[in-house]
């Protein structure tokens, strides 16, 4: 099924890629919240995501499972390339603010 909204874009970047404007945060897919539900239910609030176009997705593997369930539902869907995917490698410490740590490992294993 085709999204049923077409939402507005901006570019990414010069000459990046078109992007919906505002992104759908993963965050509560994972256990960051508490449980996410089932598979079954977090594949529904994906479903009606993309059914509304919301393709902007951002997701990061301290969010749980959330990295995934996206990576099932990609699967089961074959829609991966209808979805922008964002994710991070890096966090700030709230008790040293002017500190970052880096995930490097985990982003290139996965690129």
């Known amino acids: 099924m085709a999204p049923t909204t077409k939402l507005p874009t901006r ?5 990046g890629p078109k992007v919906v404007a505002l992104g759908a945060g993963l965050m509560s ?11 079954e239910e977090r594949f529904a609030y994906l479903d009606r995501a993309y059914e509304l176009g919301e393709t ?7 969010y749980g499972d959330a990295e995934d369930v996206v990576g ?8 991966r390339n209808e ?12 008790m040293e603010p002017n ?3 880096v995930r490097s490992r985990e982003c290139f294993r996965v690129l």
């Open 11 to 15: 570019p990414l970047g010069r000459g």
């Open 29 to 39: 897919l994972g256990y960051v919240y508490g449980h996410g539900g089932s598979d």
């Open 56 to 62: 902007n997705w951002d997701t990061e593997n301290i």
């Open 72 to 79: 099932k539902w990609f699967k089961r869907t074959g829609k």
């Open 83 to 94: 979805i922008f995917l964002a994710t991070k490698f890096s966090f700030m410490n709230a």
């Open 99 to 101: 500190k970052y740590q």
